[in-house]
């Protein structure tokens, strides 16, 4: 299990598996140094919750069939208000997780169009 | 969910307000607006193209475009971010913002447009085409309307529609022909490169008073010729096009700016001004149709995009081409094709290294008499 701490001090206790699709986690665990959790300065607790929740349904293998993951993401990201929207993406940015960055900035293309 | 110009900038800015007014009271509300970290139109520039580009790349065809040009109305950064990416290589010859009218079109296909024209105004209206039919209306890009002075003709270019004073900022060129209307020149608004000198002319002292920004040099530039010669058969044939243009080049080949290498040409100002900035000249012609016997009439393959027989029709290929490696142009592709559908509607199909603007001009010098051609 892996510890992420929020910069405003709530902790989250994740599987290593859904902590590992950020890039940035990853390496840190590759370089161990996650001994006493991982700090993330740059992440409140409320979007750090709404990050763990998209990796756990993209746990490789444990979301479903691809349609069925596509209608829950639809579903996550049409249900956040746009300050949300825009820290998800600051944060999706500086964790590394590509398809949720892509996922949250394609949501902001298709609110310009 | 649609959203129009306006409620995209004040939903942004929305954001910003809350910042501000956070920061004004209790330190919880200062880490609080700190932690919003600025609104939208400061994010980080890496994810604002990631955003821009995501909507660049939906919104290809006009009218949905609009929605490039709104991301470019957001703030300066925005601005910065969206031209960049509608000017990319791979972006090249789609038509964004009204300066794109001026860059050379796409490289593997034509923009396909419609000229209206009305003969009460002498008014000629550009179009992008958006659909196949040559009846529904299109994007409007540029407009000419045509002034009879004395010796010579003008038609003057513009983006807007209902302005054609040389002094406005919707100016963008004009086309001038000889009284005979058989030789013409294209002068662009803009300089084509730096250190360009506008031609002298009365109109240019008279309307650089009228400039915004003294630092741009106002005035015309010549940016190209045509001249139609005589047709030396005695039956009604087609006439001979002949168009000098200084085009951009898309991509300039380091190896087309010797001077050396060009072709001896007809002495004009434009020849020693050559490559100081990487564009070139482009020589066009007009393809020569074949006689067709059992229709007895000339023929030209127009691909179904042009359905009237008319003198005025033609398809330009290029002799001389400086968007190819060699230089020489590739004399089978045709780099415009302009003619008749309908009585006062034309099209136009125009393809790198012409420009909207370009191809626009080379058009209107088939309307109006050549007395010495027919």
Redesign the interface.
């Known amino acids: 299990m892996i510890v992420l701490k929020s910069?405003d001090g709530e902790t989250f206790e994740i599987e290593e598996a859904v902590a590992l699709q950020s890039q940035t986690i990853a390496h840190m665990v590759e370089d161990d140094c996650v001994e006493n959790g991982i700090p993330l300065a740059n992440v409140?607790g409320e979007i750090l919750a709404k990050i763990i929740e998209y990796c756990k349904k993209h746990v490789e293998g444990g979301g479903g069939s691809e349609e069925e993951l596509k209608i829950w993401d639809k579903e996550f990201i049409e249900n956040i208000d746009?300050?949300t929207l825009?820290?998800l993406?600051?944060a999706a940015?500086y964790l590394n997780i590509k398809t949720l960055?892509d996922l949250t900035?394609?949501r902001?293309?298709?609110?310009?169009? | 969910?649609?959203?129009s110009r306006s409620l995209?900038s004040r939903?942004l800015s929305s954001?910003s307000f809350r910042d501000q007014g956070g920061a004004e009271t209790t330190t919880e509300s200062k880490t609080e607006s700190r932690?919003?970290?600025g609104s939208?139109s400061s994010?980080?520039p890496?994810?604002l193209t990631?955003?821009?580009r995501?909507?660049e790349d939906?919104?290809d065809q006009w009218p949905?475009r609009r929605?490039v040009v709104?991301?470019a109305c957001v703030s300066k950064k925005w601005r910065e971010i969206t031209q960049e990416i509608v000017t990319s290589p791979c972006n090249f010859g789609k038509i964004t913002f009204p300066s794109c009218l001026k860059l050379a079109g796409p490289r593997d296909f034509s923009n396909q447009c419609l000229i209206k024209r009305n003969k009460k105004t002498s008014t000629f209206y550009l179009y992008l085409a958006l659909t196949p039919s040559f009846t529904d209306k299109g994007k409007f890009l540029l407009a000419a309307r045509r002034f009879r002075t004395g010796a010579y003709t003008e038609y003057i270019i513009s983006l807007d529609a209902d302005d054609f004073s040389q002094g406005s900022n919707a100016y963008v060129g004009k086309l001038r022909s000889d009284f005979l209307g058989t030789n013409f020149t294209v002068y662009d608004s803009q300089p084509p490169h730096n250190g360009a000198k506008p031609s002298n002319g009365k109109s240019s002292r008279r309307f650089a008073s009228k400039q915004i920004s003294p630092q741009v040099p106002a005035g015309n530039f010549e940016v190209g010729h045509v001249s139609y010669k005589f047709n030396l058969l005695k039956s009604r044939g087609p006439r001979r096009m002949v168009s000098t243009l200084r085009c951009a080049s898309p991509s300039p080949s380091p190896s087309s700016s010797s001077s050396a290498d060009q072709k001896p040409l007809d002495v004009t100002k434009m020849m020693k001004k050559l490559n100081k900035d990487g564009s070139g000249f482009t020589i066009l012609k007009n393809k020569a149709p074949r006689w067709h016997e059992q229709l007895q009439c000339w023929c030209l393959n127009f691909h179904g995009r042009v359905t009237v027989a008319s003198v005025k029709n033609f398809q330009l290929v290029a002799t001389i081409d400086q968007s190819q490696p060699s230089g020489k142009g590739d004399e089978e592709t045709v780099l415009l094709q302009f003619g008749k559908v309908g009585d006062d509607t034309f099209t136009m199909d125009y393809r790198q290294p012409l420009s909207a603007f370009q191809a626009f001009a080379l058009c209107l010098t088939s309307f109006g008499t050549k007395l010495a051609c027919e």
Not at chain 1, 108 to 113: L, P, R, T
């Open positions: 910069s409140t746009q300050s825009f820290n993406i600051l940015n960055l900035c394609q902001v293309a298709d609110m310009i169009s | 969910m649609p959203l995209l939903r954001i932690e919003m970290s939208w994010m980080l890496e994810l990631e955003i821009i995501r909507v939906t919104e949905q929605d709104t991301c």
